[in-house]
């Protein structure tokens, strides 16, 4: 078995269950599955009410014999409306529970457990991205963040392990470890005091302060002539006076700051010398980003706005890489998710919440002013016949209309907005 079935019904059993797929039955024993991944996708309306597409994916022997290695795929889906009953549910349960033991007994005998990107024993926990092994004794906290299942080290901000919820036995790796590690948050590192939660990610940019060509020649001239008078008094050489003039001007072209902006899971920080300013998320407002990457390239600039409801505002541009853009994308998300959910609620209440300066979203459309003062036009969902997000510009073609819509990405709640839409389907 090779490939991955997709069932058209099943049954579950006291200790297994039948699997019904294309005219063939399959029978499986709890014993029989080796690996498990869970995939739920939850698809929301405007009003909030949401249905919920669960997947689940089991790794199997491929015969009745426990000795066979062969090994395939087989996946169980159910599909859940706010008031179906979870068919699905009391044997995802009972699957894991019995993967847990047989998992838990394995290590008790010495052995190696494994899932996707990780291997662990009783003496090693074994990373498989990094490479890096450590005594599970050493993890020091592990916890979700956004459907991640993060492993810490004792003393260090980031994580040193990232693994998907969805990934094969990342819910059995976090029952595991709880024989190591105390999974329940302990107490806010120092650092954030405020109750932010752990550091994730963090940006740091310099910048330097360039003289204006005036002032740099007034200082030139007051220290040559200042020199002139030293060198008259000390008879020190010409060169050595023109050498000294150049570095001593020189010296406040090197002059710059630095703005470091820290992620945390429950807001941001930005510090810049002695400034600092804490928003958390819960009370953003606003959020824009502006990405700058030109063709080919892996590097690149995004600047980003943050404005709670006090007005009080975070504005930074960040460096990144190919490396360091997922890390800039989760600020991104993270945000925009806050704002999202804020907008949806707007939108529950009064049927209508502002989304850029000429789009409002309503509950089955859009509205769309396209002059301040001009007349507003209320257009459906089903009128939008196809869209294209491309070159920092969302553009939206109307049935009916000459001109497109187009709307650029850089605007305030632009990708709030869009995720907002995203839940609803309407834009991917």
């Not at 006291?14 to 014993?31: K, N, P, T």
């Not at 669960?54 to 795929?73: I, P, T």
Request: glycine share 8%.
């Amino acid at each position: 078995m090779s490939s991955i079935a997709h069932n058209e019904s099943f049954q579950t059993m006291q200790a297994g269950f039948l699997l019904y797929s294309q005219g063939h039955r399959f029978e499986y024993q709890d014993q029989d599955v080796l690996g498990i991944r869970i995939d739920t996708q939850r698809q929301c309306d405007l009003l909030g009410e949401a249905n919920t597409v669960e997947s689940l994916q089991l790794r199997v022997r491929g015969s009745d014999d426990a000795s066979d290695s062969r090994v395939g795929w087989v996946t169980l889906t159910n599909e859940l409306g706010p008031f179906d009953a979870d068919r699905l549910g009391p044997l995802r349960d009972r699957l894991l529970d019995d993967l847990w033991e047989r998992s838990n007994s394995a290590l008790c005998r010495g052995d190696d457990v494994s899932g996707d990107g990780w291997t662990l024993s009783l003496m090693a926990f074994t990373d498989h991205q990094s490479g890096n092994s450590c005594f599970p004794q050493q993890i020091a906290k592990v916890k979700w963040i956004d459907d991640e299942l993060c492993l810490w080290h004792e003393d260090e901000e980031e994580p040193f392990a990232r693994y998907a919820r969805s990934a094969e036995n990342s819910l059995i790796l976090y029952r595991l470890l709880g024989q190591f590690v105390d999974t329940h948050d302990p107490a806010e590192p120092a650092e954030t005091g405020v109750g932010l939660g752990r550091r994730l990610n963090q940006f740091t940019t310099f910048h330097r302060h360039p003289l204006p060509v005036r002032r740099l020649a007034v200082q030139m001239s007051l220290m040559l002539a200042g020199l002139l008078c030293c060198m008259s008094l000390y008879s020190m050489g010409v060169g050595i006076v023109l050498v000294m003039v150049v570095i001593a001007s020189a010296l406040p072209l090197l002059r710059g700051y630095s703005e470091t902006l820290k992620h945390f899971e429950r807001g941001l920080v930005w510090s810049s010398g002695n400034r600092e300013q804490l928003i958390l998320f819960e009370q953003l407002e606003w959020f824009s980003a502006d990405w700058q990457q030109p063709p080919g390239s892996q590097s690149g600039t995004v600047s980003m706005v943050f404005e709670t409801r006090d007005h009080r505002r975070i504005h930074m541009t960040l460096h990144f890489d190919e490396t360091s853009r997922t890390s800039a994308e989760a600020i991104q998300t993270h945000a925009s998710a806050i704002i999202a959910e804020n907008m949806r609620q707007d939108l529950v209440r009064q049927g209508r919440t502002v989304w850029t300066d000429r789009l409002s979203i309503l509950r089955n459309g859009l509205e769309d002013r396209p002059l301040p003062a001009g007349p507003i036009h209320v257009l459906t969902f089903d009128e939008i016949e196809r869209y294209a997000l491309a070159t920092g510009k969302l553009t939206l073609w109307i049935k009916g209309a000459k001109d497109p819509i187009q709307q650029p990405t850089t605007q305030l709640n632009f990708y709030p907005g869009l995720m907002l839409l995203n839940m609803q389907g309407i834009i991917s």
